[in-house]
């Protein structure tokens, strides 16, 4: 599992996934979120703005992302 760092106390999924790299835009994000390819804390969420916080974890592409 890989720690990633973030300023503030919270960064929305979108922006996270384009912060480690796994995204390139927000659109790519939605698509990836509403096809379930991403897990938050092992479960689909599909919310739009999911907003992340320290201690949760981001499953894409097979790596564990923690949100610290």
């Not at 927000?26 to 689909?44: Q, T, Y």
Request: no cysteine; hydrophobic share 40%.
């Amino acid at each position: 599992m890989r720690d990633v760092s973030i300023e503030g106390d919270s960064i929305r999924l979108g922006q996270f996934l384009k912060l480690v790299g796994m995204i390139e835009t927000g659109g790519e994000a939605k698509a990836r979120i509403e096809a379930g390819e991403i897990l938050v804390n092992g479960e689909v969420d599909v919310r739009r703005g999911r907003q992340l916080h320290r201690g949760d974890v981001v499953t894409v592409d097979g790596e564990q992302l923690r949100v610290a």
